[in-house]
């Protein structure tokens, strides 16, 4: 919680310019506290979302081509450079059509999990989502299925109007539950180049355990295409990176690509040779796959 107070108002160009000449790290704290004072004063606008929204529709976004990596839930308000980026993220609630057309698990309802970047969110709109928060330690898991998490009940709360929190990577866990009706959260994502290589986990409460990485790169898709459509070059690389590559999510891609081009038998001496990688998570999840193979 961020205990932030100012009944003053920005447009979203002043707090862009104030963020634009100061930046963002979540690491520090005044640059926290600078951030969250212009989102309040931003929050405390009712209009400026909706006005956006009707501008961006009448000039059908010719003058404001924003890219948006984000699901259809999620505004863009600028684009991400300078450390951070803003959004504004529609929160439907069960009566919805969107929840009741999607289900709510395309909007991130009832899967825990945590974040690998820091981000400042403020209710903006409507009664709000709530969560059930945790907290663990990133540094105590490798990221394996199964895995014991050590999730630390914290409490339920809800977002509600002009609430303000800090969520922090790698520490904060958080289960949505859907609000009583569409609320409207604003964020300040904070940004780290080299964060795409760090894991993003689902979890399970019910067992403290981690049951799935969120946040699959890019490089993981090229190395199983490499594999499937190249030949003993592709191999090659493949089985290097198996061995040598920083990322452990890459090392265990390696194997899963060179896996589908096995049978069986195969599979199973693939699998083997992984346990003994010397790797803790290549090594549970080749236990995983044996398992399911046999």
Known sequence: MIDCVTDQTCSLADMVAALD?????????????HAALWLRRLGNDPDFLGDLMLERLRDRHRETPLDSAYSPQAIMLTHAAGGYFLRANIWPGEQDHAFRASGGGSFVYGTPHDHNFDFLTLGYFGPGYASDYYEYDYEAVSGWHGEPAGLRFVERSTLSPGKLMLYRAHLDVHSQLPPPSMSVSLNVMGMDAAQGWHDQYRFDPAS????????????????????GLGGAEALDLAERFGRTHPSDRMRWASFEARAL?????GRDALWRTAELSGNRLVAEEAKRRRREDA
Request: no cysteine; hydrophobic share 40%.
């Open 21 to 33: 000449e100061s930046g963002f790290d979540a690491r520090d704290e005044e640059s926290v506290h």
């Open 208 to 227: 403290d355990t981690i049951t799935a990485v969120l946040n699959p790169t890019s490089t993981e898709t090229f190395l199983r295409l490499a594999v």
């Open 261 to 265: 081009l096995l049978d069986r038998a």
